[in-house]
């Protein structure tokens, strides 16, 4: 993926996160907004998963 793709998938995250926002408001769980914004991604086509497993390596 070039400079630029990156950059316009970030910028249609970052209005998918702001759409949320603007749609639910603030004092929610963590949760809901996890779910919406997973639904918003998808509606404007962009793949995305959620709670994804990673290898942490903490002090060692």
């Known amino acids: 993926m070039t400079r630029d793709e990156l950059n316009e998938t970030g910028g249609q995250i970052l209005d998918a996160c702001i759409a949320v926002h603007k749609e639910l ?3 929610l769980l ?5 779910f919406a914004l997973k ?4 509606l404007r086509g962009i793949q995305s998963e ?3 497993r990673i ?3 903490y002090k060692g």
């Open 25 to 27: 408001g603030p004092g």
């Open 30 to 34: 963590e949760s809901v907004y996890v």
């Open 39 to 42: 639904k918003e991604l998808e």
């Open 50 to 52: 959620s709670e994804v």
């Open 55 to 57: 290898k942490l390596y």
